[in-house]
């Protein structure tokens, strides 16, 4: 089998990925709904795997793997790898998990970090009402993740929150020394939190980047004993294009609150200084940053190896992400918690992808589907209308 075309289309914001081969089987890869812009990323690669066998993926991925690299650089090589993940399971008439060692579990476990509802505020009290509301939603998370700190409106809406000032461009740079008001700050909104949610559903922080490494200890130390999931992303995280496995060393090793990063890594060689160094305790790659599904399920293994958990990120994945990320957890090491739930957006993503199962979510898990390959693709005739100008060539 040979590959015949690579193809870009942005859907509703994300970035979809088509490979074509010769023998009819096509396979489907998405990025973060948040980049559209990777489009020419993505078809940067096509001449680089044209006329390759899809289902020696590995022998593919060395062609263009290299020519990745941390968020957002890294989402184009990693579509393309579902996709030829899609392929390949396609032609051997299985689903992806079982070419990645086969099923671990028969259900998977989200946590909700992608479903939300309206903040009335950034008070204590909004951030109560707020996770009292979530905690009710049909899909019964387990585990809800909240923004916080450096990843929430604190540093714009709360004053005197930090000792920095917005560069105010594109997601996410604030960082700083935080004001003992804006450290109490942010510690009663997690309290309040906490209050709202009891030992029912359990309550994950995404705080930055942008902490320093005394705040982060403090703030660490502060919620100790709230049983908090994990506290993602303090020190380095979204857009970092570098790790500081050192820092998060120190910080992992002052408290008893669970550290977690990753969501921003390309690759496996980037996770070797905070397995080796033992400086976190969670890691959450995304499949739709890492390079890809064989990426994050080897990533998961050499975790385990260490004893440090997996909660992959997902937020922005989409739905045939979400495919990818059910296919990689079903075959994970039982390091797994649970990935970030991500979900269809705008509303009509759900109308067409077919392969879905309706519910998809219950009491907090996924059943894991068995048709072949990444088990979901796109309905050509309800895609098509949602297709932009410059993409009605998609199906073709
Ligand atoms: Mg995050």
């Not at 579509?79 to 051997?92: F, H, K, N, V």
């Not at 992303?233 to 992992?252: C, F, S």
């Amino acid at each position: 089998m040979r590959i015949t075309d690579l193809k870009c289309a942005v859907l509703g914001g994300s970035p979809v990925v088509r490979i074509t081969t010769d023998a009819g089987i096509e396979g489907y890869g998405q990025a973060e709904h948040f980049k559209s812009y990777l489009k020419p990323h993505v078809l940067f690669y096509r001449d680089f795997i044209l006329g390759q066998d899809p289902t020696d993926v590995e022998r593919v991925m060395l062609r263009i793997r290299r020519l990745g690299s941390f968020k957002p650089w890294g989402s184009a090589v990693s579509a393309i790898e579902m996709a030829l993940w899609d392929i390949a399971g396609q032609a051997a008439g299985v689903p992806v998990y079982k070419l990645l060692g086969g099923k671990v579990r028969d259900k998977v476990l989200v946590y909700n970090g992608a479903r939300r509802s309206p903040m009335a505020g950034q008070e204590p009290e909004h951030y109560a009402e707020n996770m009292a509301r979530m905690a009710e939603f049909s899909e019964g998370f387990a585990i809800i993740k909240q923004g916080i700190g450096f990843h929430s409106p604190m540093p714009d809406l709360v004053e005197d929150f930090y000792y920095g000032e917005s560069l105010d461009v594109y997601h996410q740079t604030e960082r700083g020394l935080l004001t003992e008001k804006g450290l109490k700050h942010v510690v009663a909104c997690v309290e309040a939190m906490k209050d709202a949610l009891g030992d029912r559903v359990g309550l994950a922080l995404d705080c930055g980047p942008g902490w320093t490494v005394p705040d982060a200890i403090r703030l660490a130390k502060a919620v100790e004993g709230l049983h908090i999931m994990w506290l993602e992303d303090t020190i380095t995280g979204d857009y970092t294009p570098y790790v500081l496995a050192e820092l998060y060393r120190e910080l992992t090793r002052s408290t008893s609150t669970p550290i977690h990063t990753g969501e921003q890594i390309y690759l496996r060689q980037h996770f070797k200084p905070l397995f080796e160094m033992q400086a976190v305790n969670i890691i959450g790659p995304d499949p739709a940053d890492i390079g890809g599904i064989a990426e994050l399920k080897w990533v998961a293994e050499y975790a385990d190896l260490h004893g440090i958990l997996m909660a992959p990120h997902g937020t922005g994945d989409g739905l045939i992400g979400l495919a990818a990320l059910v296919q990689a957890a079903a075959a994970m090491p039982r390091n797994y918690i649970a990935f970030e739930y991500p979900v269809g957006r705008p509303d009509w993503w759900y109308d067409i992808v077919d392969g879905l199962p309706n519910p998809i979510v219950e009491n907090s898990y996924i059943t894991v589907w068995d048709r072949p390959g990444l088990g979901v693709s796109l309905n050509k005739t309800a895609a098509s209308k949602y297709l932009e100008a410059d993409d009605k060539d998609f199906f073709n």
